[in-house]
């Protein structure tokens, strides 16, 4: 992966392969972000976990997340509400993870981490406490 600095820290080359032996001890905090995975285009009630409506007694509104707002005034629907979409594929961060243990080609972490098995990762230092 490739990071833009404004400088070339000392002690480091471009291409340098970095020793997370040296980077990190057992015991640290680290954040770890990485892309989640991608689920496609998901409906209100998977996305944000909307009720469903009645599926029998002529209920015409079985999956479909009701209201999109108030009527002729505004004449217009909010930004930021909870419409069907695209779910998954951004980008989050998992904070505060302990390092378990720490090799020469591979960190440990304890918990959860973003994204499907083999993901690019990147892994700092938990900021705060």
Do not use: C, W
Not at 53 to 76: C, D, F, I
């Amino acid at each position: 992966a490739e990071f833009k600095l404004n400088a070339i820290p000392e002690g480091l080359e471009v291409g340098a392969a970095l020793d997370p032996t040296e980077m990190f001890q057992v015991g640290d905090k680290v954040d770890v972000a990485g892309k989640t995975v991608g689920k496609g285009f998901a409906g209100a009630i998977k996305k944000y976990g909307f009720k469903r409506g009645l599926m029998s007694h002529g209920s015409k509104s079985h999956r479909e997340h009701g209201t999109t707002g108030p009527g002729s005034t505004p004449g217009r629907v909010f930004p930021g509400t909870k419409h069907p979409g695209q779910m998954g594929d951004k980008r989050a961060k998992v904070k505060k993870l302990e390092v378990v243990q720490v090799e020469s080609d591979m960190i440990v972490v304890k918990g959860s981490i973003p994204g499907k098995p083999g993901n690019l990762l990147t892994v700092t230092k938990a900021k705060g406490k």
